[in-house]
Each structure stands twice: as structure tokens, then as C-alpha cells.
């Protein structure tokens, strides 16, 4: 039987912006109902775009980016970084694993910077 290799906090590094974003939000909050977090997320991309970062969805429209919020969240379920169940998205448990390590305890609500968890 062979043994999964490690996962490594540097692959958000290459998810794309959007994705990007929704792990900084995970990463502060942990666990969030999946509503709560698409409405946290599209006023989250809207005030980016208003300080110039437009180019987090395709269009600024309230439904589109909706949309392409959950198309995200359920990508990076796909991708291992996420988990869902019963209406609530949570950080995988290697990600929880790896920020207890570094913070000693996971801080939900509290910021932690990636680049620390990175370090």
C-alpha cells in the first residue's frame, strides 16, 4: 500500500484568483454555511472591484457572481482543498492540521496570513 504524498499549503499559490480569495476566507473562518459564505464572498469581489481588481469573475452582476462562487467552491472541494456536507463548506483536514501546527489552534474569524502559514 502506498503512502499519499504530503499536501503543501503553497498549491493555493497556484489556484486562480477567485479561488485564491475564497481559501483566504476559509482559511479565516474554517467552517461556513455555504449561503453565508456566497454572500460574504460576492460583497467581498465587489468591493475588490471596486479598488480595481475587476478581473476576479467575468461579469459584475450580482447572479454571475454568485455563480461562479459556488462553481469555485465546488472546485476546490474537486481539488481537495474544501469539504461540504449537509449545506456547510470547511477547510479540508490537512489544511486544519497545518494551521494547528503553526497557530496553535485555529482561530475561526481571526485573520492568518498565508504567506505565515506558508513560512
Same mark, same amino acid.
Given at each position: 500500500?502506498?503512502?499519499? /504524498?504530503?499536501?503543501?499549503?503553497r498549491? $493555493?499559490?497556484?489556484?486562480?484568483?477567485?479561488?485564491?480569495?475564497?481559501?483566504? @476566507?476559509?482559511?479565516?473562518? $474554517?467552517?461556513?454555511?455555504? $449561503? %453565508?459564505?456566497?454572500?460574504?464572498?460576492?460583497?467581498? %469581489?465587489?468591493?475588490? !472591484?471596486?479598488?480595481?481588481? !475587476?478581473?476576479? %469573475?467575468?461579469?459584475?452582476?450580482d447572479? &454571475? &457572481?454568485?455563480?461562479? $462562487? @459556488?462553481?469555485?467552491? !465546488?472546485?476546490?472541494?474537486?481539488?481537495?482543498?474544501?469539504? @461540504?456536507?449537509?449545506g456547510? @463548506?470547511?477547510?479540508?483536514?490537512?489544511?486544519?492540521?497545518?494551521?494547528?501546527?503553526?497557530?496553535?489552534?485555529?482561530? /475561526?474569524?481571526?485573520?492568518?496570513?498565508?504567506?505565515?502559514?506558508?513560512?
Amino acid at each position: 500500500m502506498s503512502e499519499k /504524498p504530503r499536501r503543501s499549503l503553497r498549491e $493555493i499559490l497556484t489556484l486562480n484568483k477567485l479561488e485564491r480569495l475564497i481559501m483566504e @476566507y476559509f482559511i479565516r473562518h $474554517i467552517s461556513v454555511g455555504e $449561503i %453565508v459564505a456566497a454572500l460574504d464572498l460576492k460583497e467581498e %469581489v465587489k468591493k475588490r !472591484a471596486r479598488q480595481g481588481e !475587476a478581473d476576479l %469573475v467575468s461579469e459584475l452582476e450580482d447572479a &454571475i &457572481i454568485v455563480k461562479e $462562487i @459556488y462553481i469555485a467552491m !465546488a472546485m476546490l472541494v474537486r481539488k481537495g482543498f474544501l469539504e @461540504y456536507r449537509n449545506g456547510v @463548506y470547511r477547510l479540508a483536514d490537512w489544511i486544519i492540521s497545518i494551521i494547528k501546527s503553526k497557530k496553535g489552534s485555529l482561530h /475561526p474569524g481571526m485573520f492568518k496570513s498565508l504567506q505565515e502559514l506558508l513560512d
